[in-house]
Structures are given as structure tokens and as C-alpha cells.
């Protein structure tokens, strides 16, 4: 009966005409309002005396122009700085945003002392392949905030996915990281996968890259310039890779892997390490406990840290 009694409502309304009619002239009506209303717009805005109103205003310095920050005098070296703005943050936008899935990355502009715009890209990670052996992992970690870790990983939330090419792989690697992390924009660029720092208080020195690439072949981190990976590592990249790990004077577990694997290709001994990490940085190094993320002393005369929190060494 239900249905039947639906049908018939819906009969009565189709064959009542007149309620018809009305709405479509009343539409009809609308739409030319606007029509004329835009119509009134356009004459307003080609209206010559308007025009030559706003020429004068540019002219003469008003509030228009303050208001676009139009400026005749600005030196070579203030045109210079807004043309590499417009080339790097208007037209050279690179990545990919997905509205659906992604938070929205924001503007992000640091300048040096003399108003030169600095880049705000902090390290990457590459991928050198595509044919991943399984158990490859990118971890982005901070003292003081934790680990977060990003494996090749279907089932995984925080997993990542293989594409048909590197490429794909990046965008599907920055993606799951962009709106996962609390720590880091990412964005990809070609087979890159590359960060900045999610909040402008945190310390570019502390956040920590590591990748855990069990074949050794796949993917290869890189920060300010400085590769971190240990093959083909001579002394002398031992050196560089720990002036950046201990910029800001501590050791994180994630560190403290990256560091033990590059000492097994070198065959550095644990003492040799310390001895190394002492004279370019003195006593006052720290290393982050694994086990409660306390900060641990060295203790030179054991060549060891001491976390005196849980009373173990690391």
C-alpha cells in the first residue's frame, strides 16, 4: 500500500502544471537578475574614468598601492630577492597534494641576515631501485619526541606501498609520511622523497634521517648535503657524517645504529669511536637511552655512556 500510495503522490505532482510553471519562471526570473547585476559589474569595471582613477592612485602612492606593495624604488638586491621568491615558491611549487587524504602543507620561508630566502628542504631520501627485498625501513626520529618509523608495509597504517616505478614509490612513501608525521612535511621529487620541518621551533641539528636497507642497495638517506650511507665510506666521511650527528650534542638510537654500521665497514673499534667523538666534541656529548630516553653522560674512563635514570649503560 505504501508504495502505491507513492506513486500516486508522485502522479499528482507531476500532472500539477501549474506549481511547475512557477518555479521555472521563478528560476527564469533569477537567473536574469544576475545576468544584469553582472552585466552592471562589467560596465563598472571598463569604465574609463574608474580606470583612470586607479592609474592615479598607483601613480601618486595611495593606499592601493600600499595595499599590493607596489614599490618604484626598490635596489637591485630587493628585486633580486622577489624575483628568485616568485621563481621558487611561485613557480617552481614541486610535489604532490592529494585534498582528499592529505593535510595541507603551508608556506614555509626563512631568510639569512641579508633577506636571501633560504631553503627550507633539510634531507631526503632517495630510492635507488625499485625492486625492494622486504624489510625496508625509513625511520625520522627527534630527541626528547621518539622514533617514528615508516616500513615497506601493506598491512601497515603507517606502511608503505610499492609502485609501478621509483617514482611512484616516492609519492606513495611522502604521502603516508606527510599525514602521519609529527615531525616533518614530505613531498617527492622524481625518486626523492624529501622533508622539512613540520614546526619552525623544532632544531634542523636534531632531527634525525636513518634508513634501515636490509639488502643495502635499495635507498640511501641524505642530510645538508651529507650522504648516509656506509658503502664506499672512507675515514674522512666517518668524520663528516659524525660532525652532523652530533651537531646538536646527542646521540639517538637511530644515530647510534647509523653510526655502528658505517664503524663495521671501516672496522672502527668502539674505543676508536669515542676517541674520535672526544676530541671534536669534548665530554659533554650526550647519548639518548634506548631504554627510557633519558639522557646519558659519557664517562670517558670507560669509553661508555651511563644513563643513571635506569642505571645502564648504552
Given amino acids: ?9 508522485s502522479k499528482e505532482n507531476l500532472e500539477n502544471h501549474e506549481a511547475i510553471d512557477d518555479a521555472f519562471a521563478e528560476r527564469r526570473a533569477l537567473l536574469e ?9 562589467n560596465q563598472h569595471v571598463q569604465d574609463p574614468i574608474e580606470q583612470e ?11 592601493l598601492q600600499k595595499m599590493l606593495g607596489i614599490d618604484q624604488n626598490l635596489s637591485k638586491q630587493q628585486e633580486a630577492s622577489l624575483q628568485r621568491l616568485e621563481q621558487k615558491w611561485m613557480s617552481g611549487l614541486q610535489g604532490t597534494y592529494n585534498a582528499a587524504e592529505e593535510e595541507r602543507k603551508p608556506l614555509m620561508i626563512s631568510f639569512d641576515d641579508e633577506d636571501n630566502i633560504q631553503h627550507t628542504e ?8 625499485n625492486d625492494f627485498d622486504g624489510g625496508e625501513e625509513i625511520r625520522l626520529e627527534y630527541p626528547g619526541k ?22 611512484h614509490t616516492a609519492r606513495n612513501i611522502a604521502s603516508i609520511i606527510n599525514k ?44 645538508q648535503g651529507v650522504e ?13 657524517v659524525i660532525k652532523l650527528a652530533l651537531a646538536d650534542g646527542i646521540i639517538t638510537p637511530s644515530e647510534d645504529q ?22 671534536m666534541f669534548g665530554d659533554d656529548v650526550m647519548k639518548e637511552c634506548t631504554v627510557c630516553n633519558s639522557m646519558a653522560l659519557l664517562y670517558p674512563e670507560h669509553n661508555a655512556w651511563y644513563c643513571e635514570t635506569c642505571e645502564n649503560w648504552v
Fill in 1 to 9: 500500500m505504501a508504495i502505491r500510495k507513492g506513486r500516486r503522490e
Fill in 33 to 41: 537578475s544576475d545576468g544584469e547585476n553582472s552585466h552592471d559589474q
Fill in 53 to 63: 582613477r586607479i592609474r592615479k592612485e598607483l601613480e601618486e602612492g595611495g593606499e
Fill in 122 to 129: 633539510i634531507g631526503s631520501v632517495s630510492l635507488l631501485t
Fill in 146 to 167: 621518539g622514533t617514528e618509523f615508516y616500513t615497506l608495509d601493506y598491512d601497515d597504517e603507517s606502511g608503505w606501498r610499492k609502485g609501478k616505478t621509483p617514482e
Fill in 180 to 223: 602521519r608525521s609529527s615531525l616533518v612535511h614530505a613531498f617527492s621529487d622524481s625518486n626523492r622523497v624529501v622533508f622539512e620541518l613540520r614546526d619552525s621551533s623544532l632544531n634542523p641539528d636534531s632531527l634525525v634521517i636513518f634508513v634501515d636497507d636490509p639488502g643495502g642497495k635499495d635507498m640511501v638517506a641524505e642530510k
Fill in 228 to 240: 648516509l650511507d656506509p658503502r664506499g665510506m672512507t675515514l674522512q666521511d666517518y668524520q663528516e
Fill in 258 to 279: 647509523m653510526l655502528w654500521s658505517m664503524r663495521q665497514a671501516l672496522k672502527i673499534s668502539e674505543d676508536e669511536h669515542v676517541h674520535i667523538v672526544r676530541a
